[in-house]
């Protein structure tokens, strides 16, 4: 079981209060990214770069692009418009919010058929019902508690093709004190890197790869943000 399941940060958390939190949100970059949408490209890059180093670690990968990826907690689909698009034949969306849903749902990406199924719904409550090359999850993990962080993961494991992934892009604590830390203002967790790599593990999946995203101003005070890639513990490790 998710350590600490009755009293740590995760605790906290209440989905009802994110998604009143994000509907208040103005469905722009600037809102998606909490005013800074100046990281937006290096961000972009960054993923790329990543997903990019991930192919030649996997042999298997196919060359051009993957079939089918899934954008989770998508928001208005900042990172399908500028990197998964690009990365995959099609992406599905998981995001709860409906007025952010609603943005891609009209956008141009939807009516050129590089967006696929929308599923307006929490990533708790989302199960997949298709088979996913690349199960993308940024800055959308936090809302979720331990439990229900390791029970999606192990629903997400299920949905990989023989050479799928799954990554997770999330900002990670500074706590001196080495614990997570929970956010009133969106109902949200930030864990720390040790944290994470435990509840991957209870979840059935080995690190492929991480690394941390580079470029961000120092300026801005952000959290460090990591990726961690993903696959089923039959697997195997790569690096």
Known sequence: MADNA???PDAQIDHASSIRYW????PNVNGMLGGFPQISRIDLRGSANFLAKLRRLIPSISSGKLP??????????????????????????VEPVESFARVIRDGPLK????????YVTGLEQW???KTYDLIWNQWCVGHLTDA?????????????????LIVIKENVSTDADGEDIYDEVDSSVTRTDGKFKRLFKEA????????????????????????????????????
Not at 68 to 93: H, K, P, Q, Y
Not at 226 to 238: E, T
């Open 68 to 93: 089918l990826g899934v954008d989770c907690g998508a928001g208005i689909g900042r990172v399908t418009d500028g990197f998964l698009s690009n990365a995959c034949e099609v992406v599905d969306i």
């Open 111 to 118: 009516q050129q058929g590089k967006v696929g199924d929308i």
């Open 204 to 239: 059935g999946l080995s690190l492929t790869k991480t690394e941390e995203q580079l470029g961000f101003p120092k300026s801005l005070g952000l959290f460090p943000v990591m990726f961690y890639a993903l696959r089923p513990h039959s697997a195997g490790v790569i690096s």
């Open 148 to 164: 229900q962080l390791v029970a999606y993961l192990v629903r997400c494991k299920d949905a990989l093709s023989e050479s799928g």
């Open 6 to 8: 009755a009293t740590g």
């Open 23 to 26: 509907s208040s949100v103005s």
């Open 127 to 129: 199960t997949p019902s």
